[in-house]
């Protein structure tokens, strides 16, 4: 019922940038957390920025400074910009909505998008 769908992933060199989005439908309220994790290969699902339904915003070491999360409650959007991208940051990114806070175990997760970051 509930749908998160990502687009903008791809494949880019080290240093470059892409920008993330999650259209999100079937969401009862915009009172969800809204965020992004990543999971590569062989690696656990890890956590990379998040925001808060009040407009808080939150980041995992690894990101901050070159990633930022937006959101467009009007048209059920999320946003992430990465920015200096990183061989390290290449993953399946997914989408998730969550009602507690912090997002440790999101209600919806989105299908994902490949970004791959090249050397």
């Known amino acids: 019922q509930v749908q998160l769908v990502e687009s903008g992933g791809g494949l880019v060199q080290a240093g470059g940038s892409l920008r993330l989005s999650c259209a999100a439908s079937?969401?009862?309220?915009?009172?969800?957390?809204m965020g992004w994790f990543r999971q590569a290969p062989g690696k656990e699902r890890e956590f990379v920025a998040g925001?808060?339904?009040?407009?808080?915003?939150y980041y995992a070491d690894s990101v901050k400074g070159r990633f930022i999360i937006s959101r467009d409650n009007a048209k059920a959007t999320v946003t992430l910009q990465m920015n200096s991208l990183r061989p390290e940051d290449t993953a399946v990114y997914h989408c998730?909505?969550?009602?507690?806070?912090?997002?440790?175990?999101?209600?919806?997760w989105g299908q994902g998008t490949q970004v791959t970051v090249s050397p």
């Open positions: 079937g969401l009862t309220r915009s009172a969800y957390n």
């Open positions: 998730a909505a969550d009602l507690n806070y912090p997002m440790t175990s999101p209600d919806y």
């Open positions: 925001r808060h339904w009040s407009g808080s915003t």
